[in-house]
């Protein structure tokens, strides 16, 4: 099976004045039709560079430097604006973090939603219109036909919300990236949004690249999930090898700091949650060797002479990786570092 | 791969369906039959009585203007129609063929209320001309700059900044002399020192709009740049460009004024107000005041009620002004 998505040792790098600042530093990971993967990190681990990277949409002083992308065998990074421009919205596409923002305040729905189908289709307006009132109705907007005509101030943040994931799903794109989609939304919302985009990922075929840095979100929907830090994946694989047994000191950490698995160690209310001790390094000046070493609990000499590299574990998982001269064994992971 | 579903909350499926909890209350179809913007913004301008004032005043002197021909008494274009011996008559004579100058005549014999509504015409013409011509252009090259960035930016911007930098009379003054008067003249000068001002208005607002994540997502959508510049980022930056409009309207029209006063405006057979009050600005000492100063009054009412709409507009538009 060819991956819809197969990304190799993606480099985005931002020249600033004060230095490069590698923000996107040797990623690799591959989305199978239909599946689900999410992509987690803290702020500024270069996740949502990531997404950014394979649509095309860095701006300047960001560049992507090195690697490949490789939508279902072709390589992106060959293409040129304009040939990256009919990839966009059409077989790629992109769901932001802040329903309020990403539709225009001064248009209304159907004028949005019909130039992102003729923006790629010969197709007449009404076919288009018709289009974009059964892409409403798919994504639960009661009333489509006399919602098309509404502006955006009148839909409330998780109707609009599934109004740009219905204009997501217009053009039927193989691959959709979601960076944060729910974030801004309250749980109830957050949860109907996730229950309606697996159903159309399974119904459909389509691809989709979770970013958030929320893992109970991954837990209920992805496939797989790949953890970033400082620009690197650390840990990819299954979602329930990786979250039910980390074997990265930075997974384990993060999900040792969340309330429910301090609930699982038998954790008393009102006490701290555990947390990874110190901040994010600066991307400008990224420690020697493993970027994690020093807030890492597990760090040797090894870990400052030496960037670990991401090796993929054998057993009966092929992909399973991992980016760690210590990981944790599998009978440490399950009781949480 | 598995095959997982996350149990959905049994209300939040239900509302998913019929977007019960999502939705306003009052229902879709009312929601959406609400007040357009415009009918807002209508409303809400209503709401200052100086501005409605403004706004009427201001309706029935462009009525006036473009009804001239029908609403004056006589055409003050016409010099064979005029008659010397007129010439200078206090307001309320009657002119030898029996017409009454209700604000009196001027040096040719030009009935003063004709030749103020027809030169109200050319001022009036002039002004809004020049502020949409500078207005196209401004607004393109604004948007170029705030969109593209970069050096196309910087270019476009320092030779607004040179523009800006010389006194708007002077560069009118140059460009008149250099072009010879006349009325296309008069636009072209205007529109010279008019347009920088509206190119820095939209860059300022593009600049802001284009940050947004609705132009980043028409980008991630695949639109091409000049539907995302026209299409998403024009509409959005339009507010603060109309109360720059307006308000540059009146003070065209100011302009235009003050370079015919100085005799580099419109030629002489069809003076506009600022000629009017230019040529009867010699008899004002000899009590003559009527020639020079009821045209002024013309102009000063047309640029104070421009003013007050401008200003309401102002108000209007800026949402960090809005009460509610």
Known sequence: MIPTLAVEQLQTHFLTKAGVAKAVDGVDFSVNPGEIMGLVGESGSGKSMTGYSIIGLVDEPGRIVGGRILLKGEDLRQYSQQQLRQIRGNRIAMIFQDPMMTLNPVLRIDTQMIEAITAHHRISRAAARERARESLARVGIPS?????????????????????????????PDLIICDEPTTALDVTIQGQILFEMQKLCRESGTSLIWITHDLSVIAGLADSVSVMYAGRIVEAGPVADVLEAPRHPYTAGLIASTPAAAARRGHARGQPLAQIPGMTPSLLKLPAGCAFRLRCPRATDICVTEPPLLVSEGRDHARLALRCFHPLSAATAASGV | MKDKVIAPLP??????????????????????????????????????RIAVAGLVVLVLLCLLALFAPWVAPQDPYDLSRLDIMDSRMEPGKQSMDGLTFVLGSDGQGRDMLSAIIYGLRISIGVGVASTLIALAIGMTVGLLAGYVGGRTEAVIMRIA??????????LALILLALLRPGLSNIVIALVAVQWAYY????????????RKEYIEAARGLGLSPLRIVFRHLLPNCLPPLIVVAALQVASAIALEATLSFLGLGVPVTEPSLGLLISNGFRYLLSGQYWISFFPGVALLITIVAINLVADRL??????RLQTH
């Open chain 2, 199 to 210: 190119a820095r208005t939209t860059r300022g607002a593009a600049l802001v709009e284009r």
């Open chain 2, 161 to 170: 900044d040179i523009q800006l930098s010389f006194p708007a009379i002077l």
């Open chain 2, 11 to 48: 209300a939040g499926q239900d509302s998913a369906r019929d977007g019960g909890a999502d939705l306003p209350r009052t229902g879709a179809p009312a929601t959406v039959r609400e007040q357009t913007p415009l009918q807002r913004h209508f409303a809400e301008f209503c709401e200052s």
């Open chain 2, 314 to 319: 102002r108000d209007v538009l800026n949402p």
């Open chain 1, 144 to 172: 489509p036909e006399e919602r098309l005509g509404a502006y955006p101030h009148q839909f409330s943040g998780g109707m609009r919300q599934r109004v740009a994931i219905a204009i997501a799903l217009l053009n039927k």
